[in-house]
């Protein structure tokens, strides 16, 4: 995933927002993570997205497509994946917190690490 982050405490001292255009590559995912209390509010501008969600981030599941907005309340443990085999996922996401603060809950890396490219 490549974030292009536009407002955040970074970019321009935000405090309690955080926006970004996210691209997904065909077929990738997120890891099964949960963004602590920040609420998400997710407009999908191209291509075919698929969450998961619950207490694994796997029980539930829905498809959106170009168009459509995705709101994942505070704490709700999901994963995004881009759900075509062919077209990138692209997005629009904004955040009630002034970064992209990220739980994953898989075991792996934290993403700490990760240089998100600013808009």
Do not use: K, Q
């Not at 927002?17 to 990738?28: H, I, R």
């Not at 949960?34 to 191209?46: A, D």
């Not at 796997?58 to 075509?84: K, W």
């Amino acid at each position: 995933m490549e974030r292009s982050i536009a407002i955040s405490a970074s970019t321009v001292g935000s405090r309690r927002l955080y926006s970004s255009v996210v691209s997904t590559a065909p077929g990738d995912r997120t890891r099964i993570h949960h963004h602590g209390e920040c609420e998400t509010s997710i407009y999908i501008l191209s291509g075919i997205a698929r969450y998961t969600w619950g207490p694994t981030g796997l029980e539930h599941e829905f498809d959106t497509a170009t168009g459509d907005f995705i709101y994942i309340p505070a704490g709700e443990i999901h994963v995004e994946a881009n759900a075509s085999a062919t077209e990138p996922l692209v997005v629009v996401l904004t955040r009630n917190c002034p970064d992209s603060h990220v739980v994953y809950l898989d075991g792996g890396p934290d993403g700490a690490d990760d240089v998100p490219a600013p808009c």
